[in-house]
């Protein structure tokens, strides 16, 4: 037995596993030192921040600053010993933190959206793969059979390289104006825009533009002839024209809502027979919630050509009446007093101004009141208000003996034959 390489052979194990256990013990710090960071800059921030999250770590801060940390101790790690722990860290860092970037952006820009939490999954599976293959190096020569395999556009041909090249500049460029756009909502309109509706048409604007923007910038850096898009133009100026007229009437009209602010988010109003309390004006149509829960959609269109009643524009009062009918015989002013005090039982309804009951007509069954009360909450309902209500008058009117009035008609005869017996006056 050669002892002499068994010896070296135990020596090299020993000086691989001392330089993995200071490639190990690097790593810890580095980390170690990104979460302290993290934690002290991130005690006030808000749950929804895109750099600290809300468990600090799952934000895009520790990821970069690990990446950062990482990345310069490899440097200097390579100056004396060959690195392999580090280098492996580095990758894991960079899928990491492009892996926090588009989930964090996706879940401040559209919150409850099940297609962003689909393309946030499908991203996570596309980065750890290719971090994979890096690691193991199979990235270049993946990349250059992609760039083999050539798809054919009329006379031009494109590599599948080119196209996934293309389609992560795009969605790269794209998430971050999604991102400035969403940092200029919260953090400069909510301070500086108190009215909810300016705010949104200023947010849905700034969007769009930047969306254009960044499309454009990523056409241009896949390499596409941004003269081309004139031809697209011409298209869609002709579709506007006619098919689209439509759609395009519907977005204009909801950016002149907004900016009008003739109807406001929160207002109640009544459009086509429908009544309810708008809690949003999307770029194409408005949602009108009515006090059961139900939900209109209306087009913006028809806000600006149709007639739509805002009940909330001058004053934020709303009439709720009823109506009874009882006996002729019966007490006005006992049955005024029985309806208002009915009223002045129930929370919800305003003393300014008062409750009033009319005696409003003398119809054939009886004496006809109408009661008038004003709420400042539609919102919760009126229906369940107005039942609470006539319980309420029917329990007292039933206290005070007074009859509700039956339906009453008159039967006459004009003539009989000569055999029947005469009738007495019958009321029906």
Known sequence: MDFSALTFTQKLSQVEARSLSIEFAILVACVAVAWGVCRWFGRDQPKDSIWFGVRIIDGLLFPLLALLFTDLARRGVMTFQPVLVLRIAVSVFISLAVIRFFARVLRAVFPASAMARLLERTISWVVWVGAILWIVGLLPPVLAELDEITLAFGRTRVSLRTILDGALSAGLVLAIALWISSTIEKRILREAVTDLSMRKVASNAIRAFLLLIGLLFALSAVGVDLTALSVLGGALGVGLGFGLQKLAANYVSGFVILLERSIRIGDNVRVDGFEGRITDIKTRYTLVRAGNGRESIVPNESLITSRVENLSQADLKFNIQTNIIVAYDSDVAKVQAILLDA??????????PAPVAFLLNFVPDGLEFNL?????????????????????????????????????????????????????????
């Open 372 to 428: 008038n009360f004003w709420v400042s909450d539609p919102d919760k309902g009126r229906d369940n208000l107005r039942s609470a209500i006539n319980i309420a008058i029917l329990e007292g009117l039933r206290s005070a003996g007074i009859t509700i009035a039956n339906p009453q008609r008159v039967v006459r005869v004009a003539s009989l034959p000569s055999d029947a017996s005469p009738l007495p006056d019958a009321h029906l």
């Open 343 to 352: 009223t002045k039982a129930q929370a919800r309804v305003l003393s300014d």
